[in-house]
């Protein structure tokens, strides 16, 4: 139901910096998680950053993989339900299409979790 789109994808050089969005739309969605995966040929998906709504202690939590951490950045907004990465002194080995991930709940009082996948869009750092 819910259409997941990414975009910011392109050919940028070693150290340059690349800003990706990704917005869902067209479904009924209360964002729980948003997350950045990236793939790149003959190896596994990998996760690169999420973000994840946490009501008790209010603001959102931000993870990373270790590879970018300092480097990268998610934020969300989520009353567009919309997820960035800001990704900076980009390496040619990053190299890959990068997929966005929504996390929803149909009604949060049920705890039901849908998961949606973008297409991903092509980022590619030369040497």
């Known amino acids: 139901q819910v259409r997941v789109m990414e975009s910011g994808g392109g050919l940028v050089q070693f150290g340059g910096s690349l800003r990706l969005s990704c917005a869902a739309s067209?479904?009924?969605?209360?964002?729980?998680?948003m997350g950045w995966y990236r793939q790149a040929p003959g190896k596994e998906r990998e996760l690169v950053a999420e973000i994840t709504s946490v009501t008790s202690g209010g603001g959102d939590h931000a993870n990373y993989a270790d590879s970018v951490k300092g480097r990268f950045t998610i934020s969300r907004d989520a009353a567009k339900n919309t997820v960035y990465l800001q990704m900076n002194s980009l390496n040619p080995d990053e190299t890959a299409v990068y997929y966005c991930?929504?996390?929803?709940?149909?009604?949060?009082?049920?705890?039901?979790?849908?998961?949606?996948w973008g297409q991903g869009t092509q980022v590619t750092v030369s040497s």
């Open positions: 991930n929504v996390q929803c709940y149909l009604d949060p009082r049920d705890e039901v979790v849908y998961d949606y």
């Open positions: 067209g479904g009924r969605c209360i964002l729980k998680r």
